[in-house]
């Protein structure tokens, strides 16, 4: 199955900034996916990452709160803007494998303070 | 809108006893997932069932899928105290539009 690096792995914030994450796959894949995992809870799609176009934002979320870049397939990034403490969660990125069903990057654990 | 229910959220059991983790969904899809995760790590993919009927095991874990009653469950056999972590069901969304999540069981095994 990919293997995916994301970084940071986690880190402190304050309000009002913003904080880029980055995923990079070790191979070419479609779709990437973001998910937040609010403390104690499940996970929650934000957003399709294709290549070439458009993120594709699940009810809830914006671009304006959290841009998405895809420049290439291996590669994205998810950015959390205008910080606030409720904000302050996992962010894991995913990708599908055929065979393999979908994988997940270590996680970025941000806190917001 | 895809739906999915797990339960129970909570089981603390103790070492050597066997119980069931249910994972049910609301709408139709082919593919059910099953993940762990240990405190502070990301998940780990336990199983990927991809058609009615599908059984597979591995180690004390066995995982079926029923998609004509949209229910899958996790079967945990004698148990051991490695085994607590939170586990989670998840269903693809249809395409490659990503899944839905179960809320999670929190699985605790008492020696």
């Known amino acids: ?87 302050s969660s996992i962010y894991l990125c995913s990708v599908e494998h055929p065979n393999y069903g979908y994988t997940f990057g270590s996680g970025t654990r941000l806190t917001v303070v | 809108e895809l739906k999915v229910e797990q339960n129970p959220l909570f089981l603390s059991m103790q070492e050597g006893k066997n119980y069931t983790i249910y994972c049910n969904y609301s709408t139709t899809s082919d593919r059910l997932y099953w993940y762990r995760q240990d405190p502070g790590k990301s998940l780990e993919s336990l199983f990927v069932l991809l058609s009615n009927g599908a059984v597979k095991q591995e180690g ?16 945990i056999t004698a148990a051991v105290h490695d085994l607590s972590a939170t586990y989670f069901c998840a269903v693809g969304r249809g395409g490659a539009d990503g899944l839905t999540f179960g809320k999670g069981t929190h699985l605790i095994i008492q020696p």
Not at chain 1, 27 to 33: A, D, I, L
Not at chain 2, 66 to 75: E, G, I, N, V
């Open chain 1, 1 to 87: 199955s990919a293997v995916i690096s994301q970084k940071p792995s986690r880190d402190i914030c304050q309000r009002g900034t913003s904080l880029t994450i980055q995923c990079q796959v070790d191979s070419q894949v479609t779709m990437m996916f973001w998910y937040r995992q609010q403390p104690g809870q499940s996970l929650t799609l934000i957003a399709t990452a294709n290549q070439g176009s458009e993120a594709t934002y699940e009810s809830g979320f914006v671009i304006d709160k959290f841009p998405i870049s895809r420049p290439n397939l291996t590669f994205s990034t998810l950015t959390v803007s205008n910080m606030s403490p409720e904000d």
């Open chain 2, 60 to 75: 004390r874990l066995m995982a079926s899928l029923d998609t004509k009653a949209r229910l899958s469950t996790l079967h």
